[in-house]
């Protein structure tokens, strides 16, 4: 059973990686912007879909997984940061918040048939000065992350607590709900 990630993430390549499987990686072009009034949870589950989709109109005897990631802090969406500047503001948004990371996960399969599902999880922020967030994106550089939070580095210096049912939710691919979706396709793992 051919598998592919509809992601050009390294993150989620190498969470996937751990489970074993053999798979590819195809980074999908889609239009990524929210519709009007369209919910953040609804979001990133149909992003999550049209990821997956794009790749599989390509491939369609394939299993795709597509995955996208939101940070909602105070009423505010959050996505990758892109330059040095916006990770400053959204970080210095964040600290002494608690932040909610969103993530749609999606496994489409040969029959057309998705599973989609959202993943919420909680992350407490400690307080913080300016003066680390400069030193964290200065070392970091999080400019490709949700939110500019890359807990899997230099980041967890800067939470208090994380509260969900996946850890590896907060770095976008919830390998949980990821592998009883597997599973349940007939992908073997133990």
Not at 119 to 140: A, N, Q, S
Request: net charge negative; with cysteine; aromatic share 6%.
């Amino acid at each position: 059973m051919q598998l592919i990630l509809a992601s050009s993430s390294p993150y989620r390549r190498e969470l996937l990686a751990r489970l074993g499987i053999p798979f590819t990686w195809q980074s999908p072009a889609i239009d990524e912007s929210r519709k009007t009034q369209e919910a953040p949870e609804a979001l990133v589950q149909r992003l999550a879909y049209e990821k997956a989709r794009a790749i599989w109109q390509q491939h369609p005897k394939a299993w795709v997984i597509g995955a996208d990631q939101l940070v909602r802090c105070d009423g505010a969406l959050l996505g990758k940061s892109g330059s040095a500047e916006q990770a400053f503001a959204q970080l210095q948004m964040m600290q002494g918040q608690k932040v909610e990371l969103l993530n749609g996960l999606c496994l489409l399969g040969p029959s057309g048939d998705a599973q989609t599902e959202l993943i919420p999880y909680h992350v407490l922020m400690r307080k913080f000065g300016e003066d680390e967030i400069v030193r964290y994106i200065e070392k970091e550089q999080p400019f490709d992350c949700a939110g500019s939070l890359r807990s899997e580095g230099l980041g967890i210096c800067l939470i208090e607590r994380m509260e969900g049912e996946d850890p590896n939710a907060i770095i976008g691919l919830p390998l949980i709900r990821l592998s009883a979706m597997l599973r349940a396709a007939g992908f073997p793992l133990p």
